[in-house]
T-cell receptor
Framework: IAGITQAPTSQILAAGRRMTLRCTQD?????MYWYRQDLGLGLRLIHY???????GKGEVPDGYSVSRANTDDFPLTLASAVPSQTSVYFC?????????????FGPGTRLLVL | GQNIDQPTEMTATEGAIVQINCTYQ??????LFWYQQHAGEAPTFLSY??LDGLEEKGRFSSFLSRSKGYSYLLLKELQMKDSASYLC??????????WGAGTKLIIKP
């Protein structure tokens, strides 16, 4: 693994189903983030984690949950998917939160909820 | 509320210079970032400004005026591969990034 990986690459999901998007980084970054990107809108932060064992809510957390059991993994779970959660989801990480730390992005997961 | 404004789309000619503007209104300021995003791909880091002035990196330069809530990204000697979206993002008082919707840059031969 080099950098950040996300799985699956894309997914079609029936409304009401539970889904976990996976994110793994091998850069030993402390901070990790989940964003969604929708046409005509900027990236919006869903949840973040400044360090393993801690998480926080971003701008649009409703309907999503995260966990950070270790440094490398930061899964995002949709408990009961709805069509408005159709989006491209990006996971990102940075060495630490704040300052001039650059965020590095995974390749994204394209999710369609029907 | 917090707001980042960028033009939706710009067109420029190969070999020319283009300036992409970004204005922001955020709760606090802890730096401004520019990212490049090719269609269907992840954003990649281009530049970071926290003090007023110009930061130059090869063909790309970024300028910041904190008093005006304004930044621009300057791309010189445009190449076809520069066709992409350019995202402006500001780190607010909570150290979270607030993102603009991006400027789609179309390069014509």
């Amino acid at each position: 693994i080099a950098g950040i990986t996300q799985a699956p690459t894309s997914q079609i999901l029936a409304a009401g189903r539970r889904m976990t998007l996976r994110c793994t980084q091998d850069m030993r970054h402390n901070a990790m983030y989940w964003y969604r990107q929708d046409l005509g809108l900027g990236l919006r932060l869903i949840h973040y984690s400044n360090t393993a064992g801690t998480t926080g809510k971003g701008e649009v957390p409703d309907g999503y949950s995260v966990s950070r059991a270790n440094t490398d993994d930061f899964p995002l779970t949709l408990a009961s998917a709805v069509p408005s959660q159709t989006s491209v989801y990006f996971c990102a990480s940075s060495l630490k939160a704040g300052g001039e730390e650059t965020q590095y992005f995974g390749p994204g997961t394209r999710l369609l909820v029907l | 509320g917090q707001n980042i404004d960028q033009p939706t789309e710009m067109t420029a000619t190969e070999g020319a210079i283009v300036q992409i503007n970004c204005t922001y209104q955020t709760s606090g300021f802890n730096g401004l970032f520019w990212y490049q995003q090719h269609a269907g791909e992840a954003p990649t880091f281009l530049s970071y400004n926290v003090l007023d002035g110009l930061e130059e990196k090869g063909r790309f330069s970024s300028f910041l005026s904190r008093s005006k809530g304004y930044s621009y990204l300057l791309l010189k000697e445009l190449q076809m591969k520069d066709s992409a979206s350019y995202l402006c993002a500001v780190r607010d008082s909570n150290y979270q990034l607030i993102w603009g919707a991006g400027t789609k840059l179309i390069i014509k031969p």
